[in-house]
């Protein structure tokens, strides 16, 4: 039987007009090349204790938009531009899984990593996938961040939908989960993920069984931002 996920610490930051300051564990460099979601995402993991954590720490980031703001701006300047207008500087940062990538690769971590877009259940799910990856053992803990970043475009698309679930704000919150011990517990029930609710557009590392639940409510095969 899968033991309790614990949450071992939490740290949240809350977006503001400037990028949040440089962590001291990160070089100029590596500030350099992330975009504003992705220093949020560092940010907050600057909150967690960091020292020891395992290569096969797992990494996921919940985020409804992700680095939305970043491809608009790539597409932006290909539109106006042309081919002069589009960096591969800029190119990297404005690819969706941008932010839990350089994580990894910053803090050097080799485990499971994952990026869930599912509108305002992108937190959820992503705590979802964590907790599948401890009771399954393929991970000794995970690394869980919730952040988003809003922009005009996420903005234009709440306007025009009515009883959107997507997140409008801007922050990020980042947990450490673990298997076991001693901490703040967290359980959750097979049929209490977001898909099991039928009212997101990714499964978050859903059961087979919760897949199926899925189509039979939404109608419709699930689809991956």
């Not at 975009?35 to 995402?41: G, H, Q």
């Not at 020891?52 to 300047?77: K, P, Q, R």
């Not at 969706?96 to 050097?108: D, N, R």
């Amino acid at each position: 039987m899968p033991l309790p996920s614990v949450i071992r610490a939490c740290a949240t930051v809350v977006a503001g007009p400037e990028r949040p300051p440089r962590p001291a564990w990160l070089s100029p460099a590596q500030a350099r090349r992330l975009d504003p979601l992705a220093s949020l995402v560092v940010a907050a993991v600057d909150g967690l204790p960091r020292a020891g954590l395992a290569e096969e720490t797992a990494v996921v980031v919940g985020s409804a938009w992700g680095s939305v703001h970043s491809t608009v701006n790539f597409a932006d300047g290909m539109a106006t531009w042309g081919d002069g207008g589009g960096s591969p500087a800029a190119f990297t940062t404005s690819v969706h899984h941008h932010s839990a990538s350089s994580l990894c690769e910053i803090l050097g971590l080799h485990g499971p990593v994952a990026t869930i877009s599912c509108g305002g259940t992108s937190g959820l799910a992503a705590l979802r996938w964590a907790k599948l990856m401890l009771d399954q053992g393929r991970a000794p803990a995970v690394l869980v961040v919730a952040a988003d970043l809003p922009s005009r475009w996420s903005r234009r698309i709440v306007e025009s939908m009515s009883a959107c679930p997507f997140a409008v704000g801007g922050g990020a919150t980042a947990l450490l989960l673990t298997s076991g011990g001693t901490g703040r517990t967290m359980r959750i029930a097979p049929q209490r993920s977001p898909a099991g609710h039928g009212i997101c557009v990714d499964a978050g590392g859903s059961t087979p069984a919760e897949e199926r639940l899925l189509l039979r409510r939404g109608g419709a095969r699930r689809t991956r931002a």
